[in-house]
């Protein structure tokens, strides 16, 4: 509990397909991520990052290679084990339909607690409602919430439970530029003063500004890093990638 | 705009078959009511097509009492033919044959000693005669003399004998000794009525003693047309002097099939009305998965208009599907239909009951079921196309697709409307009972309901579901989340339930029907039947006559009553008339008089009425009837008005009045009332009667219990039938309810896809998806029910005087069905939830 790293990925290979069709989506990742940072992983379309958080997270298997999330070997459980993994080590947030269309804001926040049947800590869901400003929604159905509204929602569902790391696959894809800053405001807060560890998939270099750190991937491997980045540096060297020829270290 | 239809067919195969699964179960379950009634009517009109075969018939001209009804096909009663005739008829030119009818009413004992019966169907014995071309003997040889019978196939493998074995025969009351001496075959399913062929003498001793028959058939020479037949006989009836005449055969058949299709009308009618409610459930199953389905594909469609397809030809789109759909269900649910059919026969064959080999498949029953197949499915796909084919372009951009969800304000509207007017016709129908056309205003008033029920079902499901699942709020997360899913889409869930509504309705009505038919025959037991013991005649059989006199001989015995029934025309009109001693009256039965004396009006020799009976004909006391038998005719006047529905027909009269009018073979008698003498010991009494009466084989002793219980028995079987339809109505709603839930499986998968990733475990997605099925299925089972038993709950009011009196509601059976509807929302659920479960969780969140 006490090492620097969340999540690591070693060796991990993922191909989709068989034969002359066969994709090799991961072509061996090795990446250690930090406790307690922001990391977001960055590429093009196309570069395998979706795929290296599905399999972080456990959504996925990889073809070889390992995957430790909080000193478990994700990659070798059972189906049983991934879902208890998911409920209780885990946090998600998609880039849509993130929420249960029949339950309140309330009862979508508590899932995780209610599928783990685990007690909701009162003053712990109050500190999170509080900050996202979702206190007076909260009686709400997602129909009757704007998009941002409903993204910080689903932030409020995956930090409720403490998981050990929250993976949020590009979080801000359908927001506009407003509710984008407030959910990345609210990311990056949620390390700063929670504690929390989130690795967030986006292709959006102003997103990815918010981070600690941004891995670049292309092709399937890890191409590149960048310590406390900001929008513009970002940009060069995703544009530095691209024009990269494919394949390269 | 063709290739994208068929193309969606085949992108979207699961959803394809799972709509044409539920287009060919409502098929099935309307091809299939079709050609049961098909095959019912068939089964009799074979009957009658293969025993019928006389070229001519030769029958008395002129209308008469008789026995009538049970005993012969025509419940048309003219005088009879004597069997001089045949001389006279065999002198005319061009006949080759001349067979006297001469039939008659006969217990064959079997092989385990009981009478040979099945369920309602008679039991009656023939002349054979070689020259007769419907019979044919398949084993043996055709009987010879007083002591050999032989018997038609079926009946001898019912009977459990074979040719050769030695058995006994009641004949008018007479136990006889006889030797199967032959297997007869006939050619045709006799749907479990018992056939035994005496030789030509016997059979004349036994049924003709007066030497008269019913009819003569006349078989002409070859070449011969039937109308000439009759031409040439006319002549010879006429210097006979007999009132007879002669009719071809053709019209004697059209006449008896005529008259057998109007004996199983009710059952026909029956099934017409279930075939009704088959297709409606069938269209609310069609039109269920159809709105479904094309809310699933709003995006698709919209993206096809986003390319610059016009409303129309997206509209187009779906209804060409949908005719897809619609002709491949309704082939698959002919099949399948006529398969049920296959299964209902062998139940009802292990019931005795044998029905034709033919497959019912008639022209009528296949393009019925096709186009009822087609176009509820087109007319399904319309109205949700026309919403699907309006959506905006820019949907097919959004994430999330809603279809405008239309109030339900209009369906509720529309809903409480039909239930209001069908209550008023219900209503109507109970404040005057009496009136001309009350059955027909209650039917119709419930028919309203039903429907109204359904069309606001939406609301009450909404309302229900709410108040049933709160006990399951505290069960997280499961019981939230089934109830969100259960109230999130109130017409889709009523849609789902709908089906299972309409088929339990039918069966809590059917279920009260039943409790009250047993409550009110064993009420008028009670209440009129004072009498220590019953003997019963077997198989609808008569008490032999000897063996009356053996009980009345008993010392313990004080009385034994006998009912002696018969059919005699009343101002031309056929009725039945029971005759009694009329100082049976207090002793062994009780009876509810309304006007008048009746036990003195008996001894007077004045006839006793029901006063349903005085309504309809509109007579009044001291009026004089004019009463036709078939050996006297005599005026009686109206004595007294009675209430009885155990006497159970329209006439009683002194056994001294009834004597004249007709000849003692004449009158069936199926009951006796024994009463103990005054000090005997009444549990010995009954040892007495069963030694008196074992000789006759056919009489069967029982108190009032029993005799209830016996009654009971009889309204069971019937009622079996009327099971097996409604469990296949069942057994379609459920699968009904597995259709609609799969498809709601696909319909959420990106929704079951979060759930799984935030944790929810196999167990407890596939627990969520059986709770939601077991909650509609207790919805539907629910409304069903309380429809089912409110409506049939009116009925001892209407039809009281058809002996429904005392309203019985069997509560234990209904809550049977309430925990059987728990069942049925578990194994709808099995498949969906497994399917479910087994969705993987990527497959699931990640887009389309």
Same mark, same amino acid.
């Given at each position: 509990?006490?090492?620097?790293?969340?999540?690591?990925?070693?060796?991990?290979?993922?191909?989709?397909?068989?034969?002359?069709?066969?994709?090799?989506?991961?072509?061996?990742?090795?990446?250690?991520?930090?406790?307690?940072?922001?990391?977001?992983?960055?590429?093009?379309?196309?570069?395998?990052?979706?795929?290296?958080?599905?399999?972080?997270?456990?959504?996925?298997?990889?073809?070889?290679?390992?995957?430790?999330?909080?000193?478990?070997?994700?990659?070798?459980?059972?189906?049983?084990?991934?879902?208890?993994?998911?409920?209780?080590?885990?946090?998600?947030?998609?880039?849509?339909?993130?929420?249960?269309?029949?339950?309140?804001?309330?009862?979508?926040?508590?899932?995780?607690?209610?599928?783990?049947?685990?007690?909701?800590?009162?003053?712990?869901?109050?500190?999170?409602?509080?900050?996202?400003?979702?206190?007076?929604?909260?009686?709400?159905?997602?129909?009757?919430?704007?998009?941002?509204?409903?993204?910080?929602?689903?932030?409020?569902?995956?930090?409720?439970?403490?998981?050990?790391?929250?993976?949020?696959?590009?979080?801000?894809?359908?927001?506009?530029?407003?509710?984008?800053?407030?959910?990345?405001?609210?990311?990056?807060?949620?390390?700063?003063?929670?504690?929390?560890?989130?690795?967030?998939?986006?292709?959006?270099?102003?997103?990815?500004?918010?981070?600690?750190?941004?891995?670049?991937?292309?092709?399937?491997?890890?191409?590149?890093?960048?310590?406390?980045?900001?929008?513009?540096?970002?940009?060069?060297?995703?544009?530095?990638?691209?024009?990269?020829?494919?394949?390269?270290? | 705009?063709?290739?994208?239809?068929?193309?969606?067919?085949?992108?979207?195969?699961?959803?394809?078959?799972?709509?044409?699964?539920?287009?060919?179960?409502?098929?099935? /379950?309307?091809?299939?009511?079709?050609?049961?009634?098909?095959?019912?009517?068939?089964?009799?009109?074979?009957?009658?097509?293969?025993?019928?075969?006389?070229?001519?018939?030769?029958?008395?001209?002129?209308?008469?009492?008789?026995?009538?009804?049970?005993?012969?096909?025509?419940?048309?009663?003219?005088?009879?033919?004597?069997?001089?005739?045949?001389?006279?008829?065999?002198?005319?030119?061009?006949?080759?044959?001349?067979?006297?009818?001469?039939?008659?009413?006969?217990?064959?004992?079997?092989?385990?000693?009981?009478? @040979?019966?099945?369920?309602?169907?008679?039991?009656?014995?023939?002349?054979?005669?070689?020259?007769?071309?419907?019979?044919?003997?398949?084993?043996?040889?055709?009987?010879?003399?007083?002591?050999?019978?032989?018997?038609?196939?079926?009946?001898?493998?019912?009977?459990?004998?074979?040719?050769?074995?030695?058995?006994?025969?009641?004949?008018?009351?007479?136990? +006889?000794?006889?030797?199967?001496?032959?297997?007869?075959?006939?050619?045709?399913?006799?749907?479990?009525?018992?056939?035994?062929?005496?030789?030509?003498?016997?059979?004349?001793?036994?049924?003709?003693?007066?030497?008269?028959?019913?009819?003569?058939?006349?078989?002409?020479?070859?070449?011969?047309?039937?109308?000439?037949?009759?031409?040439?006989?006319?002549?010879?009836?006429?210097?006979?002097?007999?009132?007879?005449?002669?009719?071809?055969?053709?019209?004697?058949?059209?006449?008896?099939?005529?008259?057998?299709?109007?004996?199983?009308?009710?059952?026909?009618? /029956?099934?017409?009305?279930?075939?009704?409610?088959?297709?409606?459930?069938?269209?609310?199953?069609?039109?269920?998965?159809?709105?479904?389905?094309?809310?699933?594909?709003?995006?698709?469609?919209?993206?096809?208009?986003?390319?610059?397809?016009?409303?129309?030809?997206?509209?187009?789109?779906? @209804?060409?599907?949908?005719?897809?759909?619609?002709?491949?269900?309704?082939?698959?649910?002919?099949?399948?239909?006529?398969?049920?059919?296959?299964?209902?026969?062998?139940?009802?064959?292990?019931?005795?009951?044998?029905?034709?080999?033919?497959?019912?498949?008639?022209?009528?029953?296949?393009?019925?079921?096709?186009?009822?197949?087609?176009?509820?499915?087109?007319?399904?796909?319309?109205?949700?196309?026309?919403?699907?084919?309006?959506?905006?372009? @820019?949907?097919?951009?959004?994430?999330?697709?809603?279809?405008?969800?239309?109030?339900?304000?209009?369906?509720?509207?529309?809903?409480?409307?039909?239930?209001?007017?069908?209550?008023?016709?219900?209503?109507?129908?109970?404040?005057?009972?009496?009136?001309?056309?009350?059955?027909?205003?209650?039917?119709?008033?419930?028919?309203?309901?039903?429907?109204?029920?359904?069309?606001?079902?939406?609301?009450?499901?909404?309302?229900?579901?709410?108040?049933?699942?709160?006990? /399951?709020?505290?069960?997280?997360?499961?019981?939230?989340?089934?109830?969100?899913?259960?109230?999130?889409?109130?017409?889709?869930?009523?849609?789902?339930?709908?089906?299972?509504?309409?088929?339990?309705?039918?069966?809590?009505?059917?279920?009260?029907?039943?409790?009250?038919?047993?409550?009110?025959?064993?009420?008028?037991?009670?209440?009129?039947?004072?009498?220590?013991?019953?003997?019963?005649?077997?198989?609808?059989?008569?008490?032999?006559?000897?063996?009356?006199?053996?009980?009345?001989?008993?010392?313990?015995?004080?009385?034994?009553?006998?009912?002696?029934?018969?059919?005699?025309?009343?101002?031309?009109?056929?009725?039945?008339?029971?005759?009694?001693?009329?100082?049976?009256?207090?002793?062994?039965? +009780?009876?509810?008089?309304?006007?008048?004396?009746?036990?003195?009006?008996?001894?007077?020799?004045?006839?006793?009425?029901?006063?349903?009976?005085?309504?309809?004909?509109?007579?009044?006391?001291?009026?004089?009837?004019? /009463?036709?038998?078939?050996?006297?005719?005599?005026?009686?006047?109206?004595?007294?008005?009675?209430?009885?529905?155990?006497?159970?027909?329209?006439?009683?009269?002194?056994?001294?009045?009834?004597?004249?009018?007709?000849?003692?073979?004449?009158?069936?008698?199926?009951?006796?009332?024994?009463?103990?003498?005054?000090?005997?010991?009444?549990?010995?009494?009954?040892?007495?009667?069963?030694?008196?009466?074992?000789?006759?084989?056919?009489?069967?002793?029982?108190?009032?219990?029993?005799?209830?219980?016996?009654?009971?028995?009889?309204?069971?079987?019937?009622?079996?039938?009327?099971?097996?339809?409604?469990?296949?109505?069942?057994?379609?709603?459920?699968?009904?309810?597995?259709?609609?839930?799969?498809?709601?499986?696909?319909?959420?998968?990106?929704?079951?896809?979060?759930?799984?990733?935030?944790?929810?475990?196999?167990?407890?997605?596939?627990?969520?998806?059986?709770?939601?099925?077991?909650?509609?299925?207790?919805?539907?089972?629910?409304?069903?029910?309380?429809?089912?038993?409110?409506?049939?709950?009116?009925?001892?009011?209407?039809?009281?005087?058809?002996?429904?009196?005392?309203?019985?509601?069997?509560?234990?059976?209904?809550?049977?069905?309430?925990?059987?509807?728990?069942?049925?929302?578990? @194994?709808?659920?099995?498949?969906?939830?497994? +399917?479910?479960?087994?969705?993987?969780?990527?497959?699931?969140?990640?887009?389309?």
């Amino acid at each position: 509990m006490t090492t620097p790293v969340i999540a690591s990925a070693h060796e991990l290979v993922k191909v989709y397909g068989a034969g002359a069709t066969a994709v090799r989506a991961l072509d061996g990742v090795d990446v250690d991520l930090v406790r307690g940072e922001l990391t977001a992983i960055m590429g093009p379309s196309g570069s395998g990052k979706s795929t290296l958080m599905h399999c972080l997270a456990g959504l996925d298997r990889p073809t070889s290679g390992t995957v430790v999330v909080d000193g478990q070997t994700v990659s070798s459980m059972s189906e049983r084990k991934l879902t208890a993994l998911r409920r209780t080590r885990i946090g998600f947030v998609f880039q849509a339909y993130n929420l249960v269309p029949t339950l309140t804001a309330l009862e979508n926040i508590t899932l995780p607690l209610d599928i783990a049947r685990r007690e909701v800590d009162q003053a712990h869901l109050d500190l999170v409602v509080e900050t996202l400003g979702l206190t007076d929604r909260l009686g709400h159905k997602p129909s009757e919430l704007s998009g941002g509204q409903q993204q910080r929602v689903a932030c409020a569902r995956a930090l409720v439970a403490r998981p050990a790391v929250v993976f949020a696959d590009e979080p801000t894809g359908n927001l506009d530029s407003t509710s984008a800053a407030e959910v990345l405001g609210f990311l990056r807060s949620s390390v700063d003063d929670l504690g929390q560890s989130v690795v967030m998939v986006t292709h959006d270099p102003t997103s990815a500004s918010y981070a600690h750190r941004v891995l670049f991937l292309a092709d399937g491997r890890l191409v590149g890093e960048l310590r406390d980045p900001t929008a513009e540096g970002v940009l060069a060297a995703l544009t530095g990638l691209t024009a990269r020829p494919t394949g390269a270290p | 705009m063709v290739r994208v239809a068929l193309r969606g067919v085949r992108a979207h195969l699961v959803r394809f078959c799972l709509s044409v699964l539920a287009v060919a179960l409502g098929v099935a /379950f309307v091809a299939g009511t079709f050609a049961l009634r098909t095959m019912l009517s068939s089964t009799f009109t074979d009957i009658v097509a293969t025993t019928t075969l006389g070229d001519a018939y030769v029958r008395g001209s002129e209308a008469a009492g008789g026995t009538g009804g049970p005993d012969r096909i025509s419940p048309e009663v003219r005088n009879p033919v004597p069997l001089t005739l045949v001389g006279d008829l065999e002198a005319v030119d061009g006949v080759a044959a001349v067979l006297p009818d001469v039939q008659g009413p006969l217990v064959l004992v079997g092989a385990d000693g009981t009478a @040979v019966q099945s369920t309602q169907a008679p039991s009656f014995a023939f002349a054979y005669d070689s020259r007769d071309p419907a019979v044919d003997v398949v084993d043996g040889r055709a009987p010879q003399a007083a002591d050999e019978i032989a018997v038609e196939s079926a009946t001898l493998s019912a009977s459990g004998l074979a040719v050769g074995d030695a058995t006994s025969v009641v004949v008018g009351g007479e136990v +006889r000794p006889v030797t199967v001496v032959g297997e007869i075959g006939l050619g045709a399913a006799l749907a479990g009525a018992t056939v035994v062929f005496l030789d030509p003498a016997t059979a004349e001793a036994s049924f003709a003693p007066d030497g008269t028959v019913a009819t003569i058939a006349v078989l002409a020479d070859d070449g011969l047309s039937e109308q000439q037949l009759v031409d040439r006989l006319a002549p010879a009836l006429a210097s006979s002097g007999v009132p007879a005449e002669a009719v071809t055969g053709d019209e004697v058949r059209e006449q008896s099939t005529a008259n057998i299709l109007t004996v199983l009308g009710f059952i026909t009618t /029956f099934l017409l009305v279930f075939a009704g409610i088959s297709l409606f459930v069938g269209g609310f199953i069609i039109a269920n998965t159809f709105s479904m389905w094309v809310r699933q594909r709003t995006r698709e469609l919209a993206l096809l208009r986003a390319v610059g397809a016009s409303p129309l030809q997206v509209f187009t789109s779906i @209804v060409l599907q949908a005719a897809i759909v619609g002709v491949v269900g309704a082939i698959l649910g002919v099949a399948g239909g006529l398969g049920l059919v296959v299964v209902l026969r062998g139940v009802l064959g292990t019931f005795g009951m044998d029905l034709t080999g033919r497959v019912p498949v008639d022209g009528f029953t296949l393009v019925v079921s096709v186009l009822v197949g087609t176009l509820v499915s087109v007319l399904a796909a319309a109205l949700p196309a026309r919403r699907a084919a309006l959506v905006p372009p @820019v949907e097919a951009l959004r994430d999330e697709v809603l279809l405008p969800e239309r109030s339900l304000t209009r369906r509720a509207a529309v809903g409480i409307a039909l239930v209001v007017l069908g209550v008023a016709a219900v209503v109507v129908a109970l404040l005057d009972p009496t009136a001309d056309r009350a059955g027909a205003v209650l039917g119709i008033g419930a028919g309203a309901v039903v429907l109204g029920v359904l069309a606001a079902s939406p609301v009450l499901a909404r309302g229900f579901l709410r108040v049933v699942s709160m006990p /399951f709020a505290a069960w997280r997360p499961v019981g939230p989340l089934a109830r969100g899913n259960v109230t999130r889409n109130p017409r889709r869930t009523a849609n789902t339930a709908g089906a299972l509504m309409v088929g339990m309705a039918l069966v809590g009505a059917a279920a009260v029907i039943a409790a009250t038919t047993q409550a009110s025959t064993s009420a008028i037991v009670t209440q009129e039947a004072t009498t220590d013991y019953i003997l019963r005649g077997a198989a609808q059989g008569t008490v032999p006559e000897q063996a009356i006199t053996d009980v009345r001989a008993l010392p313990d015995v004080k009385a034994a009553d006998t009912f002696a029934t018969a059919s005699v025309l009343v101002d031309d009109a056929p009725f039945a008339v029971t005759g009694i001693d009329p100082t049976a009256v207090g002793r062994s039965i +009780r009876t509810e008089v309304v006007e008048g004396d009746f036990p003195g009006a008996l001894a007077a020799g004045e006839v006793a009425v029901q006063r349903t009976t005085m309504d309809d004909e509109d007579w009044s006391l001291g009026e004089e009837l004019r /009463f036709v038998g078939s050996s006297g005719v005599e005026t009686l006047t109206i004595g007294a008005v009675i209430d009885s529905p155990a006497f159970g027909v329209p006439f009683v009269v002194s056994q001294d009045v009834l004597d004249p009018l007709f000849p003692p073979d004449e009158q069936r008698v199926t009951t006796v009332f024994v009463t103990a003498a005054d000090g005997a010991d009444v549990e010995a009494l009954r040892g007495e009667l069963t030694a008196a009466v074992r000789p006759y084989v056919v009489v069967s002793v029982m108190d009032s219990e029993e005799f209830v219980s016996d009654l009971a028995e009889q309204v069971d079987r019937v009622l079996v039938i009327l099971y097996a339809l409604l469990g296949l109505s069942v057994v379609i709603a459920v699968l009904g309810i597995v259709n609609t839930l799969a498809l709601s499986v696909i319909e959420r998968t990106r929704e079951i896809g979060l759930l799984r990733a935030v944790g929810l475990g196999r167990l407890q997605l596939g627990t969520t998806i059986t709770l939601e099925s077991v909650l509609t299925a207790v919805f539907g089972t629910t409304v069903g029910l309380v429809l089912g038993v409110a409506l049939a709950a009116t009925l001892p009011t209407v039809f009281a005087d058809v002996g429904l009196r005392t309203l019985a509601v069997p509560w234990g059976s209904l809550a049977l069905m309430l925990a059987l509807a728990v069942v049925v929302g578990v @194994v709808a659920a099995l498949w969906p939830a497994v +399917r479910a479960a087994r969705l993987p969780v990527l497959d699931a969140v990640s887009t389309e």
